[in-house]
């Protein structure tokens, strides 16, 4: 990194380049009011609105203020040379000061112990400014010394008004409503320097970003124009863009208005600068979940956009702080639509009226002037920088970039335990769905290159649907209507309201049915390679487990129950018990072993039955920041519960309590009744990869929570009581439905959001 420190000489010879009072005028507008009286003490027309300027000459804080050394000097007890050298500087200001006419009077407040040394300084700056006699008794009958004693708690600026004034600031006020600005003996000493020498008095430290990467420090005055400062550092660049600040709050800056103020702490230059391009939202909740003050920044967006007020949704909570922008993968203006700052400054001039108006004395008798309406002005007065759509760490494509990875793990479990059958419907799938995209979008005269990686997704989910053996046309169908009617008739990208691989899946189930029965699984001497179309079928009763079982040499695989099947068998009392527990028989007769339902030796959906790789699709999900974990944690709890409290029916139609905690001879089947219930049929690739789809799915994290529970209980139920064989499928389009009301119930509550949201609806 190169460190270049340009020195103050060059502002100030280049032409056009340096400090003005106007120049500084504007830079005075972005300062905080109390926090920099310098800036704001040139902002405003100082005979009309300062009457009074308080010098604090004493240190009440150590180490706080900016010049400790000064303070220390000043109000030190020791008469060391450069207490004397800080005084004449301090009083020298006062005096240059008071020569300007800057205001009625000044006040040095000094410690008691410096008193001495300032009346020296004095009489010694009357000298040195050579004025005469008369000049010099008018300057000095507006510079006034005060001391105090040094430990007496008067910094605090009621205090110290009242000290010098004898006015008592009612509650609220401050120092400025009383005619007063308060400042610090180093800033007083700045000043005098900038109306002695002309030159600038306060610099900022910044960062200078190149367009070829390069780095480097500058010190730059306040109130240096963006353009010249660009101009005298790379010459006549022609930059397609100057962002002032950082990645995370950056903005766009207007390089004929901008200019350098207190708040500017890097500029960046891009001679080309590839605008990221803006795409629907897609609903993933990602700013919702970046906001600090739990604002919903997607719906303050629409209503921005649409003309409605914002106010009560909570957008006077908002901090600016441009997160939400960051992180939005369709690149939407999010921020800038809504902030107070989004009132573009172009009007500086306005500004400064509004900081002079707001520093003017109000009447004695008016309340204070704390108002939505003031508080509005003063953020909007406090930033002159529309916030950018600042590209985030990822956009739509990386998005779905890593929901591609995450579902072609299942995939390949699928692949490895039905063979090259599953690869075929799921190539078919894909390009089945990215037809469908083009022939509907392009025919529309839809933009459609963002929509075919999205399409193509859908396509491949919907064939993780369906088992192995399933048609080349069932696939084809399932695709289709999957993007077809599921996502482009039903909103389009983004806005569609189910899921749309699922719509798919269930409209196939219904169209193809028996045809989708769960297929054989590959023999573990066939892996991959194996033909699931020469399978043998194997008894229930006689299947050891997919690792255990005999078969002849040249078969492939095997046409087993699913475990789904048998569970739910048990649960309609058709299991045959005699007077054992039925989960016992169902355990020990009816099931495979339970290992076999995590690496997915199981019949099923093709991409349904490898727990291990689904949960480390979804893992991989929730690192990347695409899968909150509380929708998977939430249907695998929710599903549990059901499963672990819910009756049975017995061998004649009786219920039968059973509950999870259940043990026989110490072994605790019930635990593991559960287990195969979470491990088995579509509950993993449910909780895991389809109910986490950010369309579909809440955006808040509450809500996902509350979303996940509920798709866990409803599946659970289904399977348990219920007729419908894709219970995993109908759950989660069941829930979709109620996504826009668990959405509005789980509605975080914005900080500070509440009280201004009542105010502004008053
Ligand atoms: S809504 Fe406001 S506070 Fe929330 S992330 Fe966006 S800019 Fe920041
Ligand atoms: S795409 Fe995601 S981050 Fe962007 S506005 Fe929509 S919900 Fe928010």
Not at 565 to 584: N, S
Not at 639 to 644: L, R, S, Y
Request: charged share 15%; with cysteine; aromatic share 6%.
């Amino acid at each position: 990194m190169a460190t270049a420190d340009l020195p103050t000489a060059a502002y100030a010879t280049a032409p056009g380049i340096g400090l003005t009072l106007e120049r500084l005028r504007h830079a005075g507008a972005l300062f905080d009011e109390e926090g920099d009286a310098l800036a704001g003490f040139l902002s405003i027309d100082p005979p009309a609105t300062v009457r009074r300027l308080i010098v604090r000459c004493f240190d009440s804080e150590p180490g706080l203020d900016g010049d400790s050394t000064l303070l220390h000097s000043v109000a030190g007890e020791s008469g060391t040379a450069a207490g004397t050298i800080a005084a004449r500087r301090v009083v020298r200001a006062a005096v240059e000061l008071a020569a300007a006419g800057g205001c009625e009077s000044i006040h040095l407040v000094v410690a008691r112990e410096a008193a001495l040394r300032i009346r020296r300084a004095w009489r010694a700056a009357a000298d040195m400014r050579g004025e005469p006699k008369a000049a010099a008794h008018a300057i000095a009958r507006r510079v006034a010394l005060r001391w105090v004693d040094a430990l007496h708690p008067i910094a605090h600026p009621v205090l110290l008004t009242r000290a010098v004034t004898g006015i008592e600031l009612p509650p609220g006020r401050s120092a400025k409503s009383a005619g007063c600005w308060i400042v610090s003996a180093s800033t007083l000493a700045a000043l005098a320097d900038y109306l002695e020498t002309g030159r600038p008095c306060l610099s900022v430290r910044l960062m200078l970003g190149l367009p070829r990467g390069e780095t480097m420090w500058v010190t730059v005055p306040l109130g240096t124009p963006v353009s010249q400062l660009v101009a005298h550092v790379t010459g006549s660049m022609h930059l397609q863009r100057i962002v002032a600040n950082g990645w995370l709050s950056g903005a766009d800056v207007p390089g004929d208005k901008a200019v350098v103020d207190a708040r500017t702490q890097a500029i960046w230059l891009f001679d080309e600068f590839a605008r990221p391009s803006v795409v629907p939202c897609i609903r993933c909740g990602q700013c919702v979940t970046a906001c600090p003050v739990r604002l919903v920044p997607i719906d303050l967006y629409e209503a921005a956009t649409a003309g409605a007020t914002t106010g009560s949704r909570g957008a006077d909570a908002c901090i600016g702080c441009n997160m939400c922008t960051y992180v939005c993968p369709s690149h939407l203006p999010l921020a800038a639509a809504f902030t107070p700052s989004a009132a573009r400054t172009e009007h500086i001039v306005e500004a400064s009226a509004i900081a002079a108006a707001e520093t003017a004395a109000p009447p004695p008798d008016e309340p204070p002037a704390h108002t939505a309406a003031a508080d509005s002005r003063r953020l909007r007065r406090t930033s002159m920088l529309d916030p950018l759509p600042l590209a985030g760490t990822a956009d739509l494509h990386d998005l779905l970039a890593v929901w591609w990875t995450a579902t072609a793990l299942p995939l390949l479990g699928a692949v490895v335990f039905f063979g090259a059958a599953a690869l075929k419907l799921a190539a078919v799938a894909v390009a089945t769905a990215l037809l469908t995209e083009i022939v509907i979008s392009g025919g529309r005269g839809k933009p459609i290159r963002g929509n075919l990686s999205h399409s193509g997704l859908m396509g491949l989910l919907a064939a993780l649907t369906l088992p192995a053996t399933a048609p080349v046309w069932a696939a084809c169908y399932g695709a289709a209507v999957a993007v077809g009617f599921g996502k482009i008739a039903t909103g389009g990208f983004g806005r569609y309201v189910w899921h749309p691989a699922l719509v798919g899946a269930v409209t196939t189930q219904f169209v193809f049915g028996a045809g989708l029965a769960a297929g054989p699984v590959l023999t573990p001497r066939h892996l991959i390679f194996g033909d699931v179309s020469s399978a043998i079928p194997i008894e229930s009763g006689a299947y050891p487990g997919w690792g255990r079982s005999r078969v002849p040499l040249g078969v492939n695989a095997v046409r087993v129950d699913p475990p789904v099947g048998a569970l739910r068998r048990a649960a309609d009392g058709a299991i045959p018990t005699g007077h054992e527990p039925p989960i016992l028989v169902l355990l020990r007769d009816h099931l495979p072993p339970w290992e076999d339902t995590l690496i997915g030796a199981t019949p099923g959906p093709m991409g349904a039955t490898c727990s291990i790789a689904l949960i480390v699709a979804g893992l991989y999900l929730v690192h990347r920041r695409m899968l909150s974990w509380g929708t998977p944690l939430g249907v695998l709890i929710g599903a549990a519960m059901i499963a672990w409290i819910f009756p049975l029916r017995e061998t004649g139609g009786a219920l039968r309590w059973f509950p999870g905690s259940a043990t026989e001879e110490t072994v605790p089947i019930g635990l593991i009744y559960v287990l195969y219930h979470l491990t088995s049929g579509q509950l993993v690739i449910t909780a895991f990869l389809l109910a986490g789809e950010p369309t579909t799915s809440p955006m808040t994290r509450v809500g996902r929570w509350r979303f996940g529970l509920c798709v866990g209980c409803v599946l659970m139920l289904m399977r348990l009581y219920g007729i419908v064989e894709a219970e995993g499928w109908w759950a989660v389009l069941l829930m979709n439905t109620f996504t826009p009301l668990i959405d509005r119930i789980s509605r975080p509550r914005a900080w500070g959001g509440g009280e201004r949201a009542e105010r502004a609806s008053r």
